[in-house]
């Protein structure tokens, strides 16, 4: 990813943020929620959580390592960092944010006891070097938790076929964040491995996401990095598009109308030696 493409991110994620993970769907906060649980904070510890985004993961984790720890939380996106500032001094929580790049955050060395990225190093223009600047900002003996996706719901398939032909050469890789490193599991371990990591292991789960109807999902799509492709359409074919995805969706009905997408998570931990 080229430097002018990460500020484009960062100017996307600054459109999402006023709906993103707010519109009656169980995602982020459902797999942040097991990826605490996996990494298992305890009363007091330091924490970074990486592309924070609305925070997900930063006031779970700041309820976990509670008053006698710490959690900051980093973005690129500097419309998510102001929102989630404000959610921060309204709650009260003991957590704090920053604008910052995930893959070069510029903090001290081993500065926090874990550190947290969900669905952030695929963003990365050079993953393994954000990898290894997690690991620099880790004490000895530090944990890493990180999410990414899996495989596609195959069901689906037909859904991301309809965005493919508006998406131009310099943006492919934003169709192949399952490829490459992070095509297998053991792909990705040997990655965060190479970055220093000891002790790495990865499982993956299956979550039923679910959507009131195909409208709400493309609604939904709207509010996260998805909304990337809808503005690749040019205005003119956009409601053709969303026909060609309404028709689409159309035989996955459930009888109660809704549409599920069976979303496959990955959550890998490693240690700070």
Same mark, same amino acid.
């Given at each position: 990813?080229?430097?002018?493409?990460?500020?484009?991110?960062?100017?996307?994620?600054?459109?999402?943020?006023?709906?993103?993970?707010?519109?009656?769907?169980?995602?982020?906060?459902?797999?942040?929620?097991?990826?605490?649980?996996? +990494?298992?904070?305890?009363? !007091?510890?330091?924490?970074?959580? +990486?592309?924070?985004?609305?925070?997900?993961?930063?006031?779970?984790?700041?309820?976990?390592?509670?008053?006698?720890?710490?959690?900051?939380?980093?973005?690129?996106?500097?419309?998510?960092?102001?929102?989630?500032?404000?959610?921060?001094?309204?709650?009260?929580?003991?957590?704090?944010?920053?604008?910052?790049?995930?893959?070069?955050?510029?903090?001290?060395?081993?500065?926090?006891?874990?550190?947290?990225?969900?669905?952030?190093?695929?963003?990365?223009?050079?993953?393994?070097?954000?990898?290894?600047?997690?690991?620099?900002?880790?004490?000895?003996?530090?944990?890493?938790?990180?999410?990414?996706?899996?495989?596609?719901?195959?069901?689906?398939?037909?859904?991301?076929?309809?965005?493919?032909?508006?998406?131009?050469?310099?943006?492919?890789?934003?169709?192949?964040?399952?490829?490459?490193?992070?095509?297998?599991?053991? !792909?990705? !371990?040997?990655?965060?491995?190479?970055?220093?990591?000891?002790?790495?292991?990865?499982?993956?789960?299956?979550?039923?996401?679910?959507?009131?109807?195909?409208?709400? =999902?493309?609604?939904?799509? =709207?509010?996260?990095?998805?909304?990337?492709? =809808?503005?690749?359409?040019?205005?003119?074919?956009?409601?053709?598009?969303?026909?060609?995805?309404?028709?689409?969706?159309?035989?996955?009905?459930?009888?109660?109308?809704?549409?599920?997408?069976?979303?496959?998570?990955?959550?890998?931990?490693?240690?700070?030696?």
């Amino acid at each position: 990813m080229s430097a002018y493409t990460r500020q484009a991110m960062a100017r996307l994620f600054d459109r999402t943020a006023e709906t993103y993970d707010a519109l009656g769907v169980d995602f982020f906060g459902t797999f942040a929620g097991e990826l605490l649980d996996r +990494v298992a904070l305890v009363p !007091g510890e330091r924490v970074l959580d +990486v592309g924070c985004g609305r925070g997900a993961v930063l006031f779970p984790a700041a309820e976990r390592v509670g008053a006698g720890g710490s959690v900051l939380g980093i973005d690129l996106s500097a419309e998510m960092v102001e929102r989630t500032a404000k959610d921060v001094e309204a709650r009260g929580a003991n957590a704090s944010v920053s604008l910052m790049d995930a893959q070069e955050p510029t903090l001290p060395d081993a500065a926090f006891d874990v550190v947290l990225a969900s669905f952030v190093v695929f963003f990365l223009p050079d993953p393994v070097a954000g990898l290894r600047s997690w690991h620099r900002l880790l004490a000895s003996g530090g944990r890493l938790g990180v999410t990414t996706f899996g495989a596609d719901d195959p069901r689906w398939a037909a859904v991301r076929e309809v965005f493919k032909p508006f998406v131009p050469p310099e943006l492919a890789w934003t169709l192949a964040i399952r490829s490459g490193l992070f095509a297998t599991l053991e !792909g990705f !371990g040997q990655a965060v491995e190479s970055a220093g990591f000891t002790g790495v292991t990865s499982v993956e789960r299956v979550y039923p996401v679910k959507f009131a109807d195909p409208g709400h =999902w493309i609604t939904w799509s =709207w509010s996260h990095g998805q909304r990337m492709f =809808w503005e690749l359409i040019p205005e003119d074919r956009l409601d053709a598009v969303r026909q060609a995805v309404l028709a689409e969706l159309e035989p996955l009905r459930e009888p109660d109308g809704s549409v599920v997408l069976a979303q496959t998570v990955r959550y890998t931990l490693a240690h700070h030696a």
